[in-house]
């Protein structure tokens, strides 16, 4: 348990020391922006493949995968129909709250929580692997079935497997995979410069997330969204952890360490790309932006109860 709390200590430490930064705007007012894409786009992936390289194949596509595939998908069907039926929302708009609710960050936190706290950046690829290779471009392509955005020249499946390919997260997992399948080994020349830039990854996450915090203040009640977005706040901290918790330990019958990454790997908080994609269809921008403040405020809270549960 010293060990857990020692982790959640160091992610809050640099999340303070980023809040800090983008406070006094010692960057500059894009600092944030600009290392959340230096580790999505560079330093992530570097980080992924190095780890992904080294890992067994059973162990990523395994349980891990089925606990965060079954427990995402239930949740957010779960939302969509609450929010159609019970608070009578648009289908677009349902379909972000549902994103809200079941999406996790799996990259800057996701991975510093697995760095940190989880003792393996592996532990978080099965749940990356699932969001940006399935979750979120079926999302996706549902949003623009619904909103008339759909272009009718533009094939479905080919939609589909653009945006998977675009994403260097999953490029990068995906060749890691495949060298650890055929067990092979890059020479060290190769992989030095690949550790020294994936090392940024972790650092310039958690340092962005702080610079994020700055300025946001939830529960306008000029929104008319409140109920949304404590619902969908709800289910990510509470159902969506709880479900992984069932479905890995009563189903997937893990134990240990591997049923405690399963449930925290539930509890991380609302995805920021989830806000990226309500302004882009402009639907539901103030449930994803609240609910991705209040999940990532509260998360780690929630996670040290999730450890003192567990342990």
Same mark, same amino acid.
């Not at 957010?76 to 809200?100: D, N």
């Given at each position: ?59 990523? $596509? ?10 995402? +998908?239930? !949740?957010?069907?779960?939302?969509? $129909? ?26 800057? $936190?996701?991975?510093?929580?697995? !760095? ?7 532990? !978080?690829?099965?749940?990356?692997? /699932?969001?940006?290779? /399935?979750?979120?471009? #079926? ?6 079935? +619904? ?17 998977? $390919? ?107 790309? #989830? ?10 921008? +103030? ?25």
């Amino acid at each position: 348990m010293i060990e857990v709390l020692s982790g959640f200590f160091v992610v809050w430490a640099i999340i303070g020391v980023g809040w800090f930064v983008g406070k006094r705007e010692i960057l500059g007012p894009n600092a944030g922006q600009t290392l959340s894409r230096l580790a999505f786009f560079v330093a992530s992936p570097a980080l992924l493949f190095e780890t992904l390289s080294r890992a067994r194949l059973q162990d990523v $596509l395994g349980p891990q995968l089925a606990a965060a595939a079954i427990s995402g +998908t239930v !949740v957010g069907i779960v939302y969509v $129909l609450l929010s159609k039926f019970a608070l009578k929302r648009k289908t677009p708009e349902a379909i972000i709250g549902a994103m809200s609710a079941s999406q996790a960050n799996s990259a800057n $936190l996701g991975i510093p929580i697995a !760095v940190y706290v989880l003792g393996d950046a592996s532990y !978080v690829a099965p749940l990356l692997i /699932f969001q940006l290779a /399935f979750y979120n471009p #079926v999302n996706l392509m549902a949003l623009d079935a +619904t909103h008339g955005t759909r272009s009718a020249k533009q094939n479905p499946l080919l939609k589909f497997l653009l945006i998977i $390919l675009r994403n260097p997260v999953i490029v990068a997992s995906a060749l890691a995979l495949l060298l650890s399948a055929v067990h092979l080994q890059l020479p060290d020349p190769v992989l030095q410069p690949i550790h020294f830039i994936g090392g940024a990854a972790v650092p310039a996450m958690l340092m962005s997330f702080g610079m994020s915090l700055n300025g946001n203040r939830p529960f306008s009640a000029a929104s008319g969204r409140r109920t949304d977005i404590v619902l969908a706040s709800a289910f990510k901290l509470i159902l969506h952890p709880a479900l992984a918790f069932l479905v890995a330990h009563f189903i997937l019958g893990l134990n240990g360490h591997a049923l405690f990454a399963a449930t925290i790997a539930g509890a991380l908080p609302t995805a920021q790309n #989830v806000f990226v994609a309500a302004t882009r269809y402009q639907q539901g921008i +103030t449930i994803a932006k609240d609910t991705v403040l209040i999940t990532t405020v509260i998360a780690v809270p929630a996670m040290l109860a999730i450890a003192a549960f567990l342990h």
